[in-house]
């Protein structure tokens, strides 16, 4: 097994009388690890866990088992409500940012290109391949366009007749989807995934571009992007 620099062979090395016992052993493996990381993204239930450290934060979305509030260093011990608001605010929005990374990194990296992108290669070498041609250059220009547009528009807008419901609620009085439909439960179970599968999130896409400069695949069929 090989994870960045470090590897660990096998000593014992399976022979023809014991294949089927070794790969039924990396099958169960393998379907263990699965089981492990789906649990980062099941919505825990929120419920008050003591833990080593409690305060007023305690009964916030995310304090859930099995660490409950976790704050080990105390940033927030002396914190007021606005300042945790903002922050849950800026986690949010991270692991928004993050799903949406995940999800355009997976997908470049399986081969599915934009009509005349065919020759732009994934990963971190798309950025020089990009600023080598003036059409790259265009490209480029409008995603700090479109990120600029989406940095304005994703926020509570002060200047209007509205109040968000709670931190990262960028409705802005226009957009609904059914949200007001749902239950309190329901919400709140809903904010659970969403907040979760961010946090997920942003270790994944670490996880991607650290082992893409690494030069170590983790993706199916030992795919690496830039490469």
């Known amino acids: 097994v090989r994870w960045g620099h470090l590897s660990i062979s096998n000593p014992c090395p399976p022979t023809n009388s014991n294949n089927t016992k070794y790969f039924t052993m990396m099958k169960i493996v393998a379907l263990l690890a699965v089981v492990g990381s789906a649990a980062a993204f099941a919505p825990a239930q929120q419920s008050r866990v003591d833990t080593a450290v409690s305060g007023k934060f305690d009964g ?50 399986s081969g599915i290109r934009f009509p005349g992108a065919e020759d732009i290669p994934d990963g971190f070498a ?62 709140m179970k809903k904010r659970a995934i969403e907040l979760n599968n961010g946090r997920a999130a942003q270790m994944g896409i670490l996880g991607l571009m650290v082992h893409e400069q690494l030069g170590v695949s983790i993706l199916p069929g030992g795919v690496l992007p830039g490469q």
């Open 60 to 109: 916030e979305l995310g304090a859930q088992a099995p660490l409950g509030f976790f704050d080990p260093l105390g940033l927030l011990a002396s914190e007021s409500q606005e300042v945790f608001d903002r922050l849950r605010e800026t986690e949010i929005k991270h692991g928004r940012i993050s799903m949406l990374a995940v999800t355009g990194y997976l997908t470049t990296a």
């Open 126 to 187: 798309s950025f020089p391949a990009l600023a080598a041609t003036d059409d790259g250059r265009n490209v480029l220009a409008q995603m700090v366009a479109f990120l600029a547009v989406a940095e304005i528009a994703n926020r509570d807008a002060s200047w209007l007749d509205n109040v968000a419901e709670f931190p990262g609620d960028y409705r802005n009085g226009a957009l609904d989807f059914g949200w007001d439909k749902l239950s309190d439960d329901d919400k």
